[in-house]
């Protein structure tokens, strides 16, 4: 019995049952502890203070033993002699590579730690943190490691932070979500040049083992090993990134259907994942591009955005440019000049021509989100060619740039590239095709 269970049975605590299954036993006991110290005030947000708590030979050999007694969860470990050195630890190293970009050298000790932290910080997303949910919640993590073992393909949550966006009440469509920060024990910034999300994007994505070799490879072979896998998990990785891209287009189409386009940033931090496998690194973004404030978003307001996403579904690749300028420019960009710019991009990525680029993305950009209008299609194009001759005069130098003028026209930029992106993906012809092929469909749509 560890000092912290010996502790509990003295304060009329009590500790957990044990059913006979060494595995499911040694681990409940270490995310027993876990929990134990995650409970004590400011301590959730201490990670290294937490896997301490599961860094007692006295849970940590036995977890390990019952670990590579497993028949799958052992083939994470190949030719492991399971010698016990003089800390009591059992030595299991591997090589391990896995999408959506995770791998490298695996250690069981650490291994068992990333166990014990992403169990607690799954119940932590789905705000079932209690010790009685504890063992259902370790049999879910020892399924979800024995099928990725196996090599077969996890639906596992991936988070990204939002800054900008505050969230009332939380919302889960099955597949993806989004929820307040708070309560999901994100590290403290180490100063104030750092900054912790507001809110929390989830969504749930495959994850799948790729290869598995053994530690004592040279480099050249550790190399090797890497760069046979490494297209495939540069591919899934752009696909993980559009979808999460998608997920924060959505709040931009609300923002701007909403006229609150100007307020609203997306931007975001780095992904994590909840694979059991994972380290999580604490998802902070530097200080000097933290948007000034933050929108927060109701219940009603997150279900428009939903019906957004399900409105546009599954974005083209062939608009991934649109997308990430149009996201860079509500997330990174504080020059006006510089987001006018991207937004201009995104435009001639969705519409541009070979051939009289200018007039035909104008054209095109007025006759796809007026096509009933005759008035406002005029409008439009007013609007759109006078955006182009800014953009034209910023880029050759013609131009002095005014921060209130460019600033005004770079959100009006955004504001049409938004809508065009939003109409691209409603006209299910126009989606798949390249640029080109698109602005001519428009505008022979336009001469019948």
Not at 95 to 112: K, R
Not at 117 to 144: C, Y
Request: glycine fraction near 4%.
């Amino acid at each position: 019995m560890t000092y912290v269970e010996q502790v509990r049975q003295q304060v009329g605590g009590r500790l957990p049952t044990m059913t006979g299954e060494p595995l499911v036993d040694t681990l409940v006991r270490l995310v027993f502890n876990g929990l134990a110290i995650e409970l004590v005030p400011g301590a959730e947000t201490d990670r290294i203070l937490v896997s301490a708590s599961f860094q007692n030979p006295q849970l940590l050999l036995p977890a390990a033993t019952a670990f590579l007694s497993d028949p799958d969860l052992s083939l994470l470990f190949p030719d492991t002699d399971r010698q016990v050195d003089d800390l009591r630890r059992i030595k299991a190293t591997s090589i391990l590579t896995w999408l959506p970009a995770g791998g490298g050298s695996m250690y069981l000790g650490i291994v068992l730690g990333s166990l014990v932290e992403q169990t607690l910080a799954r119940m932590r997303l789905l705000d079932s943190l209690s010790e009685d949910a504890i063992d259902e919640f370790v049999r879910e993590t020892i399924d979800l490691l024995r099928k990725f073992a196996r090599g077969e393909k996890v639906e596992m949550y991936v988070a990204t932070g939002l800054l900008g966006i505050d969230v009332v009440e939380p919302i889960d469509r099955g597949t993806w979500g989004i929820r307040t920060a708070s309560g999901l024990a994100i590290e403290e910034a180490p100063s104030s040049k750092e900054s912790r999300p507001r809110s929390v994007l989830w969504m749930k994505t495959p994850h799948r083992l790729l290869s598995i070799d053994r530690a004592d490879l040279d480099e050249a072979e550790i190399l090797r090993a890497f760069d046979e896998v490494s297209e495939l998990k540069r591919s899934f990785h752009a696909e993980l990134t559009r979808k999460i891209s998608a997920l924060r287009f959505a709040i931009l189409a609300w923002a701007v259907e909403s006229e609150r386009s100007a307020a609203v940033s997306v931007q975001a931090t780095s992904s994590w994942s909840f694979l059991p496998m994972s380290h999580t690194q604490p998802p902070w973004v530097h200080a000097d591009s933290r948007p000034v404030s933050a929108v927060s978003l109701s219940a009603s307001e997150l279900e428009r955005v939903a019906e957004i996403v399900e409105e546009l579904g599954e974005v083209t690749p062939r608009l991934d440019i649109a997308l990430n300028r149009m996201i860079r420019v509500a997330s990174e960009r504080r020059d006006p000049a510089d987001a006018l710019i991207d937004a201009v991009i995104a435009w001639e990525n969705m519409l541009g021509s070979k051939t009289e680029t200018t007039f035909k993305v104008c054209a095109s950009m007025a006759w796809l989100l007026e096509p009933h209008d005759e008035e406002r299609r005029r409008q439009v194009f007013s609007r759109v060619k006078k955006i182009y001759e800014l953009r034209s005069g910023l880029v050759h130098g013609a131009e002095d740039p005014d921060f209130q003028n460019s600033s005004e026209k770079a959100q009006d930029a955004l504001t049409l590239a938004i809508q065009a992106f939003c109409a691209i993906h409603l006209n299910p012809e126009l989606v798949d095709m390249k640029s080109n092929s698109r602005c001519e469909a428009i505008l022979m749509r336009a001469r019948e």
